[in-house]
């Protein structure tokens, strides 16, 4: 009988069952903050299925597919606002100092119980900050690296990247984890609160988001703009 050779550089590509594939689900969040927020921010997760309502999956592994956080840039009765100096504050920084927090990096935190993640805080300025740990809620760390996205329009001016001085909301900060996610508890049908923290005063209370240096307001208003991705696959019960 003639033997029939097997090609071994042929990819054989995994295919998952229907039963798997209706576990899996892509939640895009879109937040444009309100002046007022302050750096506290929600967003509605409703029952997507009938399984993510049922009591047979109280856990879901989730996953930051992709973050990308920039300055408000809208048009307000025809007029183009464009916050052109953003800085990250809190509601506590007073603007008449015109000083925002130099940070390189955020932690993102969700309002949903987690046993997989931990922050542990070594802060020698600050003995009240200084080894602590938080647990127990997701989160995630953001780094902060502002990116070139063309001008206000998406227009890139120039071939030679972004020019001396461009206005701040030409940038954004762009994100993707790589991780495979962690277990939560399941998040369809809730209110999940989220707001980012400075690392090392991420114990503190207060949230930091992005503001203009030049608006006089105190607290200064809020102008984050925030899109995320998430891949959410539901965990059956034992």
């Known amino acids: 009988m003639e033997q029939r050779q097997v090609n071994n550089s042929v990819r054989v590509s995994q295919v998952d069952t229907i039963d798997e594939q209706v576990l899996v689900f892509k939640v895009i969040v879109a937040k444009k903050a309100k002046v007022e927020d302050f750096g506290n921010y929600d967003f509605d997760l409703p029952p997507l299925s009938d399984l993510t309502n049922s009591t047979g999956f109280n856990q879901a592994k989730i996953k930051l597919d992709q973050i990308v956080i920039s300055p408000v840039s809208d048009i307000v009765a025809g007029v183009a606002t464009n916050n ?26 969700l309002s949903l119980p987690s046993r997989q993640t931990t922050l542990s805080t070594n802060n020698p300025n600050n003995a009240v900050l200084s080894k602590n740990t938080t647990m127990y809620k997701y989160q995630e760390l953001i780094p902060c690296f502002w990116e070139w996205r063309g001008n206000y329009q998406g227009i890139q001016t120039t071939n030679n990247g972004p020019p001396p001085v461009a206005n701040g909301n030409s940038y954004a900060i762009r994100h993707q984890p790589n991780n495979n996610g962690v277990l939560c508890g399941n998040p369809f049908g809730s209110n999940i609160k989220f707001s980012f923290k400075e690392p090392y005063d991420a ?21 984050t703009d925030i899109c995320m991705q998430f891949t959410i696959t539901m965990i059956p019960n034992k």
């Open 84 to 109: 052109s100096r953003p800085i990250w504050t809190d509601r506590l920084t007073l603007a008449a100092f015109n000083t925002g927090e130099a940070v390189a990096t955020v932690i993102l935190n």
């Open 203 to 223: 114990l503190d209370a207060q949230p930091i988001y992005l503001a203009d240096v030049a608006n006089g307001a105190n607290p200064r208003e809020d102008i």
